[in-house]
Structures are given as C-alpha cells and as structure tokens.
C-alpha cells in the first residue's frame, strides 16, 4: 500500500496540474423510518441515526448532533494525521474529545432568542510523539486553519434549500 | 410505547419547570487506530470513520464531511417529525438529501485563500403527505428556525480548543 505522504503528493501534484481535479462533491441522503429513526446513505457507506428515549426516539444509533461531534474529532484526528505526514513531523498518538453544549428551549420553541444548535463547543487534543514542542505548534497552527469540519462549525456555509410536497400515495 | 407528542410535551413541561433541564451535553471521543482509521465513541454508540483510498485511506466508513452532511440530512428528518407532532400535522414521509461541494485546494493548503470546509450545501427536502399546502408552509418555516445541526452548519459556533501534547511512551 503507497504511504499516506504518497498518496497525498501525488493528489496535490493532480491538483497543481489540473485545478478541476481539487473540486470534490460529498452527498448523503436520510430517510426517516421510525419514530425518530433514519436511515442514512452517504457514498456507499449507510448507517442509523436516532434520537436516545429522553428525546421520544429508541436510542438505535448516535443522534445526529452526537455525529457533528464525532465528525469534529474525527476529521480534526485525521487532519493531524495527513498535515504531520505533509510537514514531515512524526506523531505516535492522536486523541480528539469533544464536548458540545445545546439549550433544549431552542429546538423545542419555548424561547426563540436561544439558537437549536450548540451555544458552544469545547474540542480537547491530545497528540503524543518524539518532536519538540516547537514542531508540534507548527502543526497545530497548520490543523487549526486546514480542518475541514472546524471550519464548517466555526464559521458560516451558505446553505440553498429547497422542499418539495409530493402527492400522497 | 408513549407516542413522540407525550414525550415531547412532557419535556417542555419540565424544563418550563426547571429551566436547567433543558441544559444537554453532549460529547464525542475520537482515536487515530489507522493510516486515517478513527474509532469514535458518543454516549454509549460507538463507529468508525475513514477516507477514501482516494484521499488516502482505506475506507472502511463515511469520511468527517460525509458525516456532517449525513447529520443535517438527519436532523431535517427529525425536526419535520418533531414539529409536526408539535403542530398537530400529519406527515407520511420525509427525505433530505444532502449535498456539499469541497475545494481540496483549501484542505491541502494549495490555495491558502479557498476555505478547507464546505464552500456551499444544498438541501433537499421532500415531505408526503394529506395536509394543505398553507400547513407545510407553516411547518418548513418552523423547521428552518429550530433545526439544530442546519443551525450549527449555517451559523457560526463558538469553539475553545485546547492541545495537550503528552510524553511519548
């Protein structure tokens, strides 16, 4: 199997030669099944999602603000992971937690001055390897502006939505 | 088994109550255990996530953006199933569909001006069933105000991070 470093040169070096190579298209796709249970598909990977029974669902699977979490850490984790092999800075260990904070009067209406979403996010690194210090803030400094999903929780994405009442059937 | 209207009114009878149970937490723990293979834990749930072997892994499960979209196509689903039961709307199907564009130029830093997050979403939403079109335009105008994760993706959420570089062991 060719190296992470590998594959990502060779992907940037597709890049450089031909900037349409850079432009990626992600989708997925949620059918709600049960009470609060969907089932989603995204790429050929599919999966639950549900709320736990304190939320009215049947606690199948991870609900889908857990999975902004999840999503967070794991792309943090992995942006560690490819930004270490493209600096050439050896790490042993990456660790993401994450915490996140929801006012339930938002999603339910009861003060509409509350968002629905997180009031606030706590995201916990933990890195181990044999660099010095310096050359591991050299790598979060390069993770912390390169993350694609910090980026899309931190800061806004313009969102066009469209919904469509089909005919009872 | 209480329908979703009783759970849902007996929690915001609660929390008018008691404010602070509306306070929730939620929280995500993510471990590198591959090339760019990350075990994730949220509550009691636990899942994998990857990338592709395009970007270099070996994917065994969704990719961190596929996630974050697989989260919005969800909490769409639940919210109109939410809110519906809140207004009293019968509703017989509901599907979201996802989808996100990603310039790998801003992930890779090739172009240190195009962010590494989503540069733009779409949603699509289709909901069946028997009630007035003035009914679901009540409902899609509620849902677009309370939906958390199109909130979190939409709008910007404060985040504190914190990197604890540990001893190689």
Chains 1, 2 share one sequence.
Not at 44 to 60: I, M, R, S
Request: charged content about 25%.
């Amino acid at each position: 199997m060719p190296t992470l470093k590998l594959v990502l040169d060779g992907l940037a070096e597709a890049i450089a030669a031909d900037e349409t190579a850079a432009a990626a298209s992600f989708d997925a796709r949620a059918t709600l099944v049960g009470v609060t249970e969907v089932d989603v598909t995204t790429g050929h990977h599919t999966f639950k999602v549900d709320e736990p029974e304190a939320l009215g669902g049947t606690d199948l699977a991870a609900n889908p603000v857990q999975l902004v979490l999840a999503a967070l850490g794991a792309c943090q984790a992995i942006t560690y992971k490819v930004w270490a092999a493209k600096l050439g800075i050896a790490i042993d260990g990456i660790e993401a937690r994450v915490e996140g904070d929801i006012d339930l009067r938002g999603f339910f209406g009861i003060d509409e001055s509350i968002r629905p979403g997180f009031t606030g996010i706590r995201l916990f690194v933990t890195l181990r390897g044999p660099e010095s210090p310096e050359r591991y803030a050299e790598l979060i400094d390069a993770v912390d502006v390169h993350c694609p999903v910090l980026d899309v929780v931190a800061n806004p994405v313009p969102i066009e939505r469209e919904v469509k009442i089909a005919d009872p059937s």
